[in-house]
């Protein structure tokens, strides 16, 4: 607009690139409105307002946003101050961590308690969290929570309410501070462990204690290999499920992450014996009726959880895919037998042993015809492309098996048919697994956070 404005001296100018208008707050005083030079280094611009309140020591001071999230503003993060930004004059990041460090160890639990609800609010800024770390704050917390039930058992007893409070504050503040990715999970030991894995059935009803347990156990699993070998010993997926049936879908969400955090870093061959501890817990029925029949939307996080235990899931089959068939392999072969064996025992002479080699060789080779196998003389060879390799005889025979009247009649229905109009069973089925595992995209890694595609009916 303002190249297209006629030249007159009368245009109002518009104002420098780096000066944002703001107002500061100071407890006790009124806003100061003051222009800020972005070009100007902070801490000038810190004592500048320091001195107009005559507070000495500028360089304990800092600058914070005054809107819910209370962040810092430093030199990284300051050009992101918006014209007309109310700002607040407060203690520095490092006075600050020093102060909380020291008020959460106070003797007063009235004190105590405030410290923790002002540090599980200050640890989501990244810079106070750098300095409470520094100064050991972590361990300080862990501490706090391997020691906190022995020596709060009395305090407990009174005031259950406000001892509640207080580990929810302390894991919170943990969880906010090891959210920026400053320090590595690999450094927590195995009380503190089992101390989060008690949580998850001692808490069950305090929902705030619980959704923290679950958030710490998850991160445990998925960021280090030795944490979640500790967490597996520690929790079980029975210990897990009766939170899955209960209402809050925040915490169904959070024990679903969990239970997928789990099945994502097992070692393979643990991962299919987790898979059939799931089956027989009947975990996707227990979601079915208790997440997505229940009487609310889903939201994405909770979308994201499911899709990513479908994917797992379904990869579980990869291996089966991927496998050729192998000719000389007498158990793969007697499958295609009892393929056969199902569909034209009926018919067949009751003592298989009877008539010449020749004979029974040209009477299965005219039956594996009829099961419509491209390769009549020796169907194994219809096995050997990968995908979908052995999984497609896996689901021949359990259809063969569980629908045996259904199985029958298709491959009776194709054997008279028309050459034309034939739907081969044998070719049909080996077709149909390969269309479903491309579809369900069987052996790739789930998507990025935002992926949710899942499939209700795969509950």
């Given at each position: 607009?303002f190249?297209?404005?006629p030249?007159?001296s009368?245009?109002?100018?518009?104002?420098?690139a780096?000066?944002?208008?703001?107002?500061i707050?100071?407890p006790g005083?009124f806003?100061?409105?003051?222009e800020?030079?972005q070009?100007?280094?902070?801490?000038?611009?810190?004592?500048?307002?320091?001195?107009?309140?005559?507070l000495?020591?500028?360089?304990?001071?800092?600058l914070?946003?005054?809107?819910?999230?209370?962040?810092?503003?430093?030199?990284?993060?300051?050009n992101?101050?918006?014209?007309?930004?109310?700002l607040r004059?407060?203690?520095?990041?490092?006075?600050?961590?020093?102060?909380?460090h020291?008020r959460?160890?106070?003797?007063?639990?009235?004190?105590?308690?405030?410290?923790l609800?002002?540090?599980?609010?200050?640890?989501?800024?990244?810079t106070?969290?750098?300095?409470?770390i520094?100064l050991?704050?972590?361990?300080?917390?862990?501490?706090?929570?391997?020691?906190?039930?022995?020596?709060?058992?009395k305090?407990?007893?009174?005031?259950?309410p406000?001892?509640?409070?207080?580990?929810?504050?302390?894991?919170?503040?943990?969880?906010?501070?090891m959210?920026?990715?400053?320090v590595?999970?690999?450094?927590?030991?195995?009380a503190?462990?089992?101390?989060?894995a008690?949580?998850?059935?001692?808490?069950?009803?305090?929902?705030?204690?619980?959704?923290?347990?679950?958030?710490?156990l998850?991160?445990?699993?998925?960021?280090?290999?030795?944490?979640?070998?500790?967490?597996?010993?520690?929790?079980t997926?029975g210990?897990?499920?009766?939170?899955l049936?209960?209402?809050d879908?925040?915490?169904?969400?959070?024990t679903?992450?969990?239970i997928?955090a789990l099945?994502?870093?097992?070692?393979?061959?643990?991962?299919q014996?987790m898979?059939?501890?799931?089956?027989?817990?009947?975990?996707?029925?227990?979601?079915l009726?208790h997440?997505?029949r229940?009487?609310?939307?889903?939201?994405n996080?909770?979308?994201?959880q499911?899709y990513?235990l479908?994917?797992?899931t379904f990869?579980?089959?990869?291996?089966?895919?991927?496998?050729?068939?192998?000719?000389?392999?007498?158990a793969?072969?007697d499958?295609?037998f009892?393929?056969?064996?199902?569909a034209?025992?009926?018919?067949?002479?009751p003592n298989?042993s009877?008539g010449?080699?020749?004979?029974r060789?040209?009477?299965?080779?005219?039956?594996?015809?009829?099961?419509?196998?491209?390769n009549?003389?020796?169907?194994a060879?219809?096995?050997t492309?990968?995908p979908?390799?052995?999984?497609?005889?896996d689901?021949m025979?359990y259809?063969?098996?569980?629908?045996?009247?259904?199985?029958?009649?298709?491959?009776?229905?194709?054997?008279?048919?028309?050459?034309?109009?034939?739907?081969?069973?044998?070719r049909?089925?080996?077709?149909?697994t390969?269309?479903?595992?491309e579809i369900?995209k069987?052996?790739?890694?789930?998507?990025s956070?935002?992926c949710?595609d899942f499939?209700?009916?795969f509950?």
């Amino acid at each position: 607009p303002f190249l297209l404005a006629p030249k007159s001296s009368s245009v109002a100018m518009p104002p420098p690139a780096d000066i944002v208008k703001v107002a500061i707050e100071w407890p006790g005083a009124f806003p100061k409105l003051m222009e800020i030079d972005q070009k100007k280094p902070l801490s000038s611009i810190i004592k500048e307002v320091c001195d107009g309140w005559s507070l000495a020591n500028h360089d304990q001071f800092a600058l914070q946003h005054a809107d819910s999230s209370n962040f810092y503003i430093t030199e990284k993060n300051r050009n992101e101050i918006k014209n007309g930004a109310i700002l607040r004059l407060t203690t520095s990041p490092a006075q600050n961590a020093q102060q909380l460090h020291e008020r959460i160890q106070s003797s007063s639990m009235d004190a105590k308690l405030e410290a923790l609800k002002d540090l599980a609010n200050y640890s989501r800024d990244v810079t106070f969290a750098q300095e409470f770390i520094n100064l050991d704050g972590i361990s300080l917390l862990t501490q706090m929570v391997e020691s906190g039930t022995e020596r709060y058992q009395k305090l407990q007893k009174i005031m259950k309410p406000c001892f509640g409070d207080m580990l929810s504050f302390t894991l919170t503040a943990f969880v906010e501070l090891m959210d920026h990715g400053i320090v590595s999970w690999d450094t927590f030991s195995v009380a503190f462990i089992k101390k989060i894995a008690s949580y998850v059935n001692k808490f069950a009803s305090d929902i705030s204690i619980l959704q923290r347990s679950l958030a710490i156990l998850e991160s445990m699993v998925l960021n280090s290999h030795d944490l979640y070998q500790k967490v597996a010993q520690e929790i079980t997926i029975g210990q897990l499920i009766p939170h899955l049936q209960g209402t809050d879908q925040e915490i169904q969400t959070y024990t679903i992450a969990v239970i997928n955090a789990l099945f994502l870093k097992a070692p393979d061959d643990k991962r299919q014996e987790m898979a059939n501890i799931l089956a027989q817990k009947q975990l996707r029925s227990i979601i079915l009726t208790h997440v997505i029949r229940a009487q609310r939307a889903i939201n994405n996080e909770m979308a994201h959880q499911l899709y990513v235990l479908q994917v797992l899931t379904f990869n579980l089959l990869e291996d089966r895919m991927m496998t050729k068939m192998d000719p000389q392999d007498q158990a793969q072969r007697d499958i295609i037998f009892e393929l056969r064996r199902i569909a034209f025992d009926a018919e067949s002479e009751p003592n298989n042993s009877s008539g010449s080699m020749e004979k029974r060789k040209s009477m299965y080779t005219r039956d594996y015809k009829k099961l419509g196998f491209i390769n009549h003389v020796n169907p194994a060879m219809d096995f050997t492309q990968t995908p979908p390799g052995m999984l497609a005889l896996d689901n021949m025979l359990y259809f063969a098996k569980h629908h045996q009247d259904a199985y029958i009649r298709i491959v009776l229905e194709n054997s008279s048919r028309e050459d034309k109009h034939e739907c081969p069973f044998g070719r049909s089925s080996i077709e149909l697994t390969k269309t479903l595992c491309e579809i369900l995209k069987v052996g790739e890694l789930p998507q990025s956070h935002h992926c949710s595609d899942f499939f209700p009916y795969f509950f």
